[in-house]
C-alpha cells in the first residue's frame, strides 16, 4: 500500500475528481479528511468511502475563510495526529464572456481556486514543517496554460477569471515548493482536461456538455475523454513517496491537448 497510514486532507473532496481522488488514497491505506464546503455532499460522499471500507472524515470548511482553513487544520492534527497530504483541490468556475463577467464573478472564481489554495497551504504548513514531512498536490487546469476556444463546440463563452486563478495555481506550486522543500515538503500541481463532473454542467446545458465531450475527444491526440482513475493515478502519484524527488512540478493529464502542444 502506497499511502498506508498516512493522514490526507482533499479540499473539494467531496464530489468529482477530489472524490475519485479520496477513493484511490482509500485503496492505498490513507486516512481520508473530507474537506469540502458542502456538508450534504460531505455525508454521501463519507457513506459512500466508508461502505467501501476506507477510513474518513468530514471536515466542513470553506477555503476561501482563512480562519476557516486555519480550525480544519488544527482540528485534523488534534484528531489524527499528522497531516501528511493536502490536496488543493476545491474549485469554481463561472464561464462568462470578459465583456460581461463582474467584479463578483471574478472574486468568486479566484477567491475559491487560487486564494483558497494559499490559505489551506499555509494552514497545513506548520504541522507539515514540524513533521519535516509532507506531500501538497494543488490542481490547476489545463486553461492556466492554454486558452481554448470560447463559444463553440459546447464551450460557454470566456474563462478569463478561471484560467487566471489556474495559471496563478502553478507559479503558487513554484513558490511553494521552494519555501517549503528545505523541511521535506514537497509541492507539485496537476492540470487535468476535461473530465466529467459536476463542474462540467456547471456554466454549460446537458446538450452542451455533450457537445463538448464530442468536440474534446476529437482534439485530444489520445482521441478519448480519460476516467476519474487516470486521473486520480496522478495525483496518487504526487501524493505518495514515489514521486519524492519531485517538486515545483506541473503535470498535465489531458490525453495531449493540441492547444498546449
Ligand atoms: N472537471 C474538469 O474537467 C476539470 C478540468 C480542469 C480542472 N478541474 C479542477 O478540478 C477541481 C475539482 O473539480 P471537479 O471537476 O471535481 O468539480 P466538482 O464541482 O465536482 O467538485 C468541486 C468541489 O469543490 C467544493 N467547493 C467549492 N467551493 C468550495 C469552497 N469555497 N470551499 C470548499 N470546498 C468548495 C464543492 O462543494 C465540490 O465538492 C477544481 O479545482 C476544478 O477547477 C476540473
Wanted: a negative charge; glycine letters at 10%; one cysteine or more.
Amino acid at each position: 500500500m502506497r499511502l498506508k497510514d498516512k493522514v490526507a486532507i482533499i479540499t473539494g473532496g467531496a464530489s468529482g475528481i477530489g472524490l475519485a481522488a479520496a477513493e484511490r488514497f482509500g485503496q492505498e491505506g490513507a486516512i481520508l479528511v473530507l474537506a469540502d464546503i458542502n456538508q450534504d455532499n460531505i455525508d454521501r460522499a463519507s457513506a459512500e468511502l466508508s461502505a467501501k471500507g476506507y477510513t474518513v472524515h468530514g471536515e466542513i470548511c470553506d477555503v476561501t475563510d482563512q480562519a476557516q482553513t486555519r480550525e480544519m487544520a488544527r482540528a485534523v492534527a488534534e484528531k489524527l495526529g499528522r497531516i501528511d497530504i493536502l490536496v488543493n483541490n476545491a474549485g469554481i468556475s463561472r464561464y462568462r464572456p470578459f465583456a460581461e463577467a463582474t467584479a463578483a464573478d471574478w472574486d468568486a472564481v479566484l477567491g475559491v481556486d487560487l486564494k483558497g489554495v494559499f490559505f489551506c497551504a499555509q494552514a497545513v504548513a506548520p504541522q507539515m514543517r514540524a513533521q519535516q514531512y509532507g506531500r501538497i498536490v494543488n490542481i490547476s487546469s489545463a486553461l492556466g496554460t492554454g486558452a481554448a476556444p470560447h463559444g463553440t463546440a459546447g464551450s460557454p463563452g470566456g474563462s478569463a477569471a478561471y484560467a487566471s486563478a489556474k495559471a496563478g495555481v502553478i507559479m503558487l506550486t513554484k513558490t511553494l515548493a521552494r519555501e517549503l522543500g528545505p523541511d521535506g515538503v514537497t509541492v507539485n500541481c496537476v492540470a487535468p482536461g476535461t473530465f466529467l463532473t459536476p463542474i462540467s454542467a456547471s456554466s454549460r446545458t446537458p446538450e452542451q456538455v455533450q457537445e463538448h465531450l464530442e468536440y474534446r475527444k476529437k482534439t485530444v491526440v489520445l482521441n478519448r475523454i480519460g476516467t476519474l482513475e487516470e486521473l486520480a493515478n496522478t495525483i496518487l502519484f504526487f501524493a505518495s513517496d514515489e514521486s519524492s524527488y519531485v517538486t515545483g512540478h506541473t503535470l498535465h493529464v489531458d490525453g495531449g491537448r493540441s492547444d498546449r502542444m
